[in-house]
């Protein structure tokens, strides 16, 4: 019996691979159909979200005049996503006090300025955030109630 791909096959087909009429059968073809290709968007995907908040300052350098140019401080709100196809073996995506962890030892009470070697403007920070955290493709970095900046690696 040839492998099946998760879609639909007719009647005919389901004879021809001795599937007896009025079978319980979820859809398939077989692999080497053309419509096979399709077949790796349907796939088991495990998501975790992180939400923290840390108290930090930083001083944006900009290319015309503004406030924030002063050294200021922020509550930041900072969400981040994690994914993986398979589950490590304590069965976690990632456990969040990694995240925690990452982020508060680093970023909490501290001048961003002084830690991170870029404009530590939301944007960046959710970018730099993104790139230390395994398994993470997005990050929310919100700096007040209506300002957030969202970086999504792919």
């Given at each position: 019996?040839?492998?099946?791909?998760?879609?639909?096959?007719?009647?005919?087909?389901?004879?021809?691979?001795?599937?007896?009429?009025?079978?319980?059968?979820?859809?398939?073809?077989?692999?080497?159909?053309?419509?096979?290709?399709?077949?790796?968007?349907?796939?088991?995907?495990?998501?975790?979200?992180?939400?923290?908040?840390?108290?930090?300052?930083?001083?944006?350098?900009?290319?015309?005049?503004?406030?924030?140019?002063?050294?200021?401080?922020?509550?930041?709100?900072?969400?981040?996503?994690?994914?993986?196809?398979?589950?490590?073996?304590?069965?976690?995506?990632?456990?969040?006090?990694?995240?925690?962890?990452?982020?508060?030892?680093?970023?909490?009470?501290?001048?961003?300025?002084?830690?991170?070697?870029?404009?530590?403007?939301?944007?960046?920070?959710?970018?730099?955030?993104?790139n230390e955290i395994p398994h993470c493709y997005k990050v929310?970095?919100?700096?007040?109630?209506?300002?957030?900046?969202?970086?999504?690696?792919?």
């Amino acid at each position: 019996m040839p492998r099946l791909s998760p879609f639909a096959i007719f009647s005919e087909d389901r004879r021809r691979l001795g599937i007896v009429n009025g079978e319980n059968f979820v859809f398939s073809l077989p692999l080497r159909s053309p419509f096979a290709i399709f077949a790796h968007k349907f796939h088991v995907m495990y998501y975790v979200k992180k939400r923290l908040e840390i108290s930090a300052a930083h001083q944006l350098r900009l290319s015309y005049e503004s406030k924030c140019e002063n050294l200021h401080g922020h509550n930041w709100i900072i969400t981040v996503y994690c994914r993986a196809q398979e589950l490590n073996s304590d069965g976690m995506v990632i456990d969040f006090s990694v995240i925690k962890n990452l982020i508060k030892e680093r970023l909490d009470h501290k001048n961003l300025n002084e830690i991170l070697p870029f404009n530590p403007t939301a944007e960046n920070i959710a970018h730099w955030i993104c790139n230390e955290i395994p398994h993470c493709y997005k990050v929310e970095v919100q700096e007040s109630e209506n300002n957030t900046a969202c970086y999504e690696a792919d």
